[in-house]
């Protein structure tokens, strides 16, 4: 007997959504698309419960005919592309003719649609891959797409997705990778009910701001610097951070013909034009868009079409890193032109970059620059190293003499004479020879242990602000602030939601003085991010290293002696001295002995 059969359609299109459609962030993200192909300007997405039982995308666009609405759900179905000669010359978002009919093959859909030359619409249900039924009815110029309870009849993908919040993050990166680069359509997410994200038809760096945050004093966009080159073989535009705005989770950014791609080899050209001007690991946030002819690219790698293969990868390799560089090189040279100014966009003198010449790029570039590097201020106003409001005083030379972590016993004078040196540390002598603190490193572990002692305790020393800061937020970090709050007041920081996309500070911890909140919340959310959303054990610590971080003596800050010797006590009464909490040098000491090698010959 032969054993070998077709599946039939609803197990082949099971099959291949494992594919296209792995959570709710994947159907949205072939729905949207649908959307743009077809011509829209406003796009509106709707989820319920992180779109495990809605996803919902309206659009203003060309709509279907009654017929094609049924044929769009078919494998293979589409009318994008039409022979084999069309992959190569693609200008659209889909051209495989799978979305469709991979998420029908998982999910309950209807759909209702109309095009403007018909009178009346269609409307179409089908259930796991089978037609339900369809009908004309009423409609609005446009497609109303509805996929619910997504993987209904596949229990182990359905079981595969995670919870909520997360699932809901994975939406709000998909969509931002599909807005930024489609300024000119306006979108709204919609979150069970919740509005996440509204955007406006507006310029790209105009839609940035919409998603990241406008302009605030440490917010990267305000950062921004615009590039632009054009050569024969692609155009690159876009707007890349100022090296002083880097962060450890920075926005990066590649598009292509208006589609987000990844691109680890570019990514390497964009940090090597940064090379020395960043602290370690710190990178920069951008936003680049490649315009390219569509027949130097493949775009189909792969079904979700973010890997992309370019004909010309090195030169281009090339171009991309001069531009960025020569931007960068601008900015240091014309430090004061305003790239706030919406006018400016994309629209600066252009810049024609020669492939031949690109070896010897011939830009004034200071690779010495370092924008972390502080001057050292000769003036001090500094009175008192800024403390932890405590409840009871840390008393302690004592603890000095049992202190297991050095090897020498140490003991320092009663009344200590330290010396600054290098604007970063304190030498001062011990029987055993000289000691040596790092300034920052020390004061911060000091700041950790108070902090840390504060939030277990719950009574940090708050400061009301006379006029609120507001602090503005990406969609995805409003959620994780949510969640922070709690933690965040225990430790003096008062919160209150303005909008969907900003908070208003109230009040602040006593500890941080007089100095913006803005980025101190900001660097605590991006710990948080990088300890990972499910860690929630650990984020206290974060918190605390942070907010300790922040707030500690910079490097190149005059200290006067009073300061320092305030410091070193507060130090050495910590239990543990010799390390940051996360394990950095404090101090060392140069022995007797090492100092009399030196003095040999
Ligand atoms: P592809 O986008 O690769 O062509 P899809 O399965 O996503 O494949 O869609 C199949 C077809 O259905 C599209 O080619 C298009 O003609 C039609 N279609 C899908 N969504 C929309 C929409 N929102 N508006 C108009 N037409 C649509
Ligand atoms: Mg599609």
């Known amino acids: ?57 309206i659009d203003d666009g060309k709509g279907m005919s009654e017929t094609d609405v049924r044929m769009a759900f078919e494998r293979h179905a589409t009318s994008k592309i039409s022979n084999a000669a069309d992959l190569f010359a693609l200008t659209t978002m889909g051209f495989r003719g799978e979305a469709l009919a991979a998420i029908c093959a998982v999910a309950q859909v209807d759909v209702t649609t109309r095009r403007a030359e018909d009178e009346v619409g269609s409307f179409l249900e089908i259930n796991g891959s089978e037609v339900i039924r369809q009908e004309i009815c009423q409609a609005p110029v446009g497609t109303n797409i509805r996929v619910k309870n997504l993987f209904f009849n596949t229990p182990a993908r359905r079981k595969y997705l995670k919870p909520n919040r997360t699932e809901l993050r994975n939406i709000l990166i998909e969509f931002y990778r599909i807005v930024l680069v489609n300024p000119q359509v306006a979108f709204t997410l919609v979150s069970d009910d919740e509005v996440l994200l509204d955007l406006p038809v507006g310029t790209h760096k105009q839609r940035i701001e919409q998603v990241f945050g406008k302009s605030q004093r440490n917010q990267f966009t305000a950062g921004l610097v615009e590039m632009r080159t054009d050569t024969d073989i692609v155009s690159i535009r876009g707007f890349v951070g100022k090296p002083e705005y880097a962060s450890k989770s920075p926005q990066q950014y590649f598009f292509v013909n208006n589609r987000f791609m990844r691109h680890p080899y570019f990514q390497k ?76 966009e994309l629209d600066l003198p252009q810049t024609t970059i020669d492939p031949s010449r690109l070896k010897q790029p011939s830009m004034v570039f200071n690779p010495n620059y370092n924008p972390f590097e502080q001057q050292t201020t000769s003036s001090s106003s500094f009175a008192n190293l800024p403390s932890a409001p405590r409840k009871q005083q840390v008393t302690g ?62 009574h940090a020393v708050q400061q009301q602000l006379l006029f609120p800061e507001t602090l503005e937020l990406s969609a995805d970090d409003m959620l994780l602030m949510r969640q922070l ?64 971080r922040d707030t500690a003596v910079a490097y190149g800050k005059t200290l006067l002696e009073q300061d320092m010797s305030d410091l070193l006590k507060r130090l050495l009464a910590l239990p543990v001295y010799t390390k940051t909490p996360d394990g950095k040098t404090v101090m060392t000491i140069l022995s007797e002995t090492e100092l009399e090698k030196r003095f040999t010959l």
């Open 1 to 57: 007997m032969d054993i070998i059969h077709l599946l039939p359609d609803s197990v082949a299109n099971q099959i291949a959504a494992g594919e296209v459609i792995q959570r709710p962030a994947s159907c949205i993200k072939e729905l949207v698309e649908n959307s743009l192909d077809a011509g829209a300007t406003t796009i509106q997405v709707l989820v319920r419960e992180a779109g495990r039982t809605l996803v919902q995308v």
């Open 269 to 344: 050209a964009v940090l090597t034009a940064y090379q020395g001007m960043l602290p370690p690991e710190h990178n920069p946030s951008y936003f680049i868009y490649f315009d390219i002819a569509p027949e130097s690219i493949d775009v189909n790698i792969h079904p979700t079409k973010t890997e992309i293969k370019f004909a010309d990868e090195q030169t281009i390799w090339q171009i991309l890193q001069a531009a960025v560089r020569e931007s960068l090189g601008k900015f240091h040279v014309a430090p004061s032109i305003d790239f706030d100014t919406p006018l400016t």
């Open 397 to 458: 030379w004592e603890k000095l003499y049992d202190e297991p972590e050095l090897k020498e016993e140490l003991t320092l004078p009663e009344d200590v004479h330290p010396l600054q040196i290098a604007g970063r540390y304190i030498a001062v002598a011990v029987p055993d020879g000289l000691m040596l603190v790092d300034q920052h490193r020390a004061h911060m572990t000091v700041l950790f242990a108070e902090i840390e002692q504060q939030m277990q305790s719950g």
């Open 485 to 548: 709050q709690d933690q965040l007041l225990d430790l003096g920081f008062e919160l209150e939601q303005l909008s969907s996309r900003a908070y208003a500070v109230n009040s602040v911890p006593a500890l941080l003085g007089n100095e913006a909140p803005q980025r101190c919340l900001n660097d605590i959310l991006a710990a948080v991010r990088e300890t990972g959303i499910s860690a929630k054990k650990e984020w206290n610590r974060q918190i605390a290293l942070t907010m300790a």
